[in-house]
């Protein structure tokens, strides 16, 4: 028997065990991300969650944190929760909870004043679930991955690993400590910032933190274009590059006013998932391209996801010329992601999702970066 109930603090340490079987294996570390993500967050204060209890004890969830938007112009801002972190302990999988927290979740009283709510990263059971409770899917963000030759060479060893018997739980080590690596799957790129050297240009440094003044700056001076895309100000980019699941470096270029930034992420206890590039501004293409291949060059990295939906046009032909082809697999941890949209108490019922003239199920309504959703 399955009781759903909104969050309580008391229940937070429970959520931290439960959350091993999506975020991490570290119940502190669980507790430090959900503190981050639902307590500190600067859009909605209050944790909007929905919890399904056996016996007492949290089982299953699914919440909603808060960010906000930019579409039009001049740009209008929009509050909207975002679904995520959807979990079941696996024992009480398959008896009908999971379709009965969804819905709970998007019938929560504290969404009222909502028109729309998100779900920014949404794996293949996530979407499966989220399309019977009135989800609707805009498109995958297209990931494309660069893989080194060790990396491949890693992954074809792995893949035979888990077809045998016996030797298959090797496969999951073998490929985290070829990522992971000695010192960390940063450990090249964090060299290069010490010393000098390379072909890639000198005017592209790395750093550990983020120049959140001079990010936002820059973000600012490019302007929007119309089209919907998470608020990047200096608020939020502090908030955003804390989260205590990952960790980032920052490729810049220039020094108070940037010409550019590349932002890598890797998760600090699974690297297998692959660095990321979540976010990537630039003046110009010669700058983003310098950026890249400095990344690429420093960095040495196994294999490099980045979501390529909307990126600039003319960023296609000089990523598949660096290696770059479409993720074809349906692993989450492989990048793959859909976008998806949920009406509110406030949306008009029967027509599709817009917001300032635009439908927001087209993909070309949006500007959209990985570091906007969790998979960031």
Not at 14 to 36: K, P, T
Not at 261 to 277: D, F, K, S, W
Not at 323 to 348: D, K
């Amino acid at each position: 028997m399955h009781e759903l109930v909104r969050y309580h603090p008391d229940r937070k340490e429970q959520i931290a065990r439960l959350q091993r079987h999506l975020w991490s294996a570290d119940v502190g570390l669980n507790a430090a991300y959900f503190a981050w993500k639902y307590e500190e967050n600067p859009f909605i204060e209050a944790p909007v969650l929905q919890l399904a209890l056996s016996a007492g004890r949290v089982v299953g969830m699914r919440g909603m944190f808060g960010s906000c938007w930019e579409i039009g112009s001049p740009a209008r801002r929009v509050l909207v929760p975002c679904a995520d972190d959807f979990v079941i302990e696996p024992a009480h999988r398959n008896h009908g909870i999971g379709g009965a927290i969804m819905r709970a979740a998007v019938e929560d009283g504290a969404l009222s004043d909502f028109e729309y709510a998100f779900s920014l990263s949404a794996g293949p059971v996530t979407m499966a679930a989220s399309l019977v409770t009135r989800w609707r899917a805009v498109e995958s963000m297209r990931p494309a991955r660069r893989t080194s030759g060790a990396g491949a060479l890693v992954d074809r060893m792995a893949a035979r690993l888990r077809t045998a018997p016996v030797l298959w739980r090797y496969a999951v080590p073998l490929v985290r400590a070829h990522h992971r690596g000695v010192g960390g799957p940063f450990r090249a790129l964090d060299r290069r910032a010490r010393g000098s050297g390379g072909r890639a240009s000198a005017a592209v440094r790395v750093e550990a933190t983020p120049q959140v003044e001079a990010m936002a700056d820059l973000v600012a001076r490019l302007g929007l274009d119309g089209r919907l895309r998470h608020v990047r100000d200096e608020t939020y980019l502090r908030w955003r590059y804390r989260d205590p699941l990952h960790e980032y470096r920052f490729l810049v270029q220039g020094t108070d006013r940037l010409g550019g930034y590349l932002v890598l992420q890797a998760h600090r206890t699974e690297p297998e998932r692959g660095i990321r590039i979540v976010d990537w501004e630039a003046t110009t293409t010669e700058v983003r391209m310098d950026l890249l291949r400095a990344a690429l060059e420093w960095g040495r990295f196994p294999e490099v996801i980045v979501w390529a939906a909307t990126l600039p046009s003319e960023t296609e032909g000089p990523l598949a010329a660096l290696g770059f082809v479409p993720t074809s697999s349906g692993s989450q941890l492989r990048g793959v992601a859909t976008t998806m949209i949920r009406p509110l108490a406030r949306a008009a019922a029967g027509v599709d999702p817009v917001l300032e003239g635009r439908r927001l199920l087209d993909l070309a309504s949006w500007d959209m970066r990985m570091v906007y959703s969790m998979a960031g």
